[in-house]
């Protein structure tokens, strides 16, 4: 088993939803602490997807990036991204979770993201550093992505609609071997 996982797939497949499953029993007492850092989560109006939050397991949490809210200073797409909220939520969170938790969490290693510039080297320093990663990463190919996704270090765990049991299943061994009790 290799020492950092990244669960990949293309959008709506379930990552994040595969992750935070598999994580569910880490981020309640007796277990709780024992993961940290980030995760994103859906901003909904309806059934249509407004923006997204940036969470930090543990608590905290920080708008990411929102079709009304103008005022952020870059746009992707058809959201308007706060790359601060990498930076002073994501940023501060990944690097507890470096000191304290058996497990580093990083819910998504994507565009928006990617906006903060000091995001990727954070990432990098997560890979590298002592404590094992699990991170979702966009299936997009580009130059950053493709390079984590081929560290010697990484496992790679593909999420489809037809393959999110079986890839529940590897992350909670992966966690199962990775999580010091």
Not at 11 to 27: D, E
Not at 68 to 90: N, Q, W
Not at 129 to 145: E, L, Y
């Amino acid at each position: 088993m290799k020492k950092n996982l990244l669960i990949t797939g293309e959008p709506g497949s379930g990552k994040t939803t595969v992750l935070l499953r598999a994580l569910k029993p880490y981020m309640e007492e007796p277990l709780a602490g024992k993961v940290g850092g980030i995760y994103t989560e859906e901003m909904l109006a309806g059934s249509q997807r407004m923006g997204f939050k940036l969470r930090v397991i543990g608590g905290g949490m920080a708008t990411l990036a929102h079709t009304m809210m103008y005022s952020f200073s870059k746009k992707l797409g058809r959201y308007y991204v706060d790359a601060t909220a990498v930076y002073f939520v994501g940023l501060p969170a990944i690097e507890a979770a470096r000191d304290s938790a058996s497990v580093v969490v990083i819910d998504e290693v994507a565009r928006m993201q990617m906006l903060c510039n000091e995001f990727s080297p954070a990432v990098v320093a997560a890979l590298d550093g002592d404590k094992p990663v699990v991170a979702t990463v966009h299936a997009r190919t580009g130059p950053f992505t493709d390079e984590i996704k081929g560290r010697a270090d990484v496992e790679l765990v593909t999420v489809t609609l037809e393959t999110r049991e079986q890839c529940l299943a590897q992350i909670q061994a992966w966690l199962g071997h990775h999580v010091s009790l």
